[in-house]
């Protein structure tokens, strides 16, 4: 399927995905953190939205 290039939101609000672009970015206003940060957290906890805010002290 396509990429919806329409989106604002993640589809799986429960997870990171960092190879798309636009999440990337989503993630890291959502959080208030940069995207070093935010890949840094992912690599230490994984993808999963409430392990990264644990990670990040959110």
Same mark, same amino acid.
């Given at each position: 399927?396509?990429?919806?290039?329409?989106?604002?939101?993640?589809?799986?609000?429960?997870?990171?995905?960092? +190879?798309?672009?636009?999440? &990337?970015?989503?993630?890291?206003?959502? @959080? #208030?953190?940069?995207?070093?940060?935010?890949?840094?957290?992912?690599? +230490?906890?994984?993808?999963? &939205?409430?392990?990264?805010?644990?990670? @990040? #002290?959110?």
């Amino acid at each position: 399927m396509p990429d919806n290039l329409k989106r604002t939101q993640p589809e799986d609000p429960k997870k990171i995905n960092l +190879a798309q672009a636009w999440e &990337v970015d989503y993630w890291t206003k959502a @959080l #208030g953190v940069s995207e070093a940060r935010l890949r840094q957290a992912v690599k +230490a906890v994984g993808v999963m &939205v409430s392990d990264v805010k644990i990670y @990040l #002290g959110l």
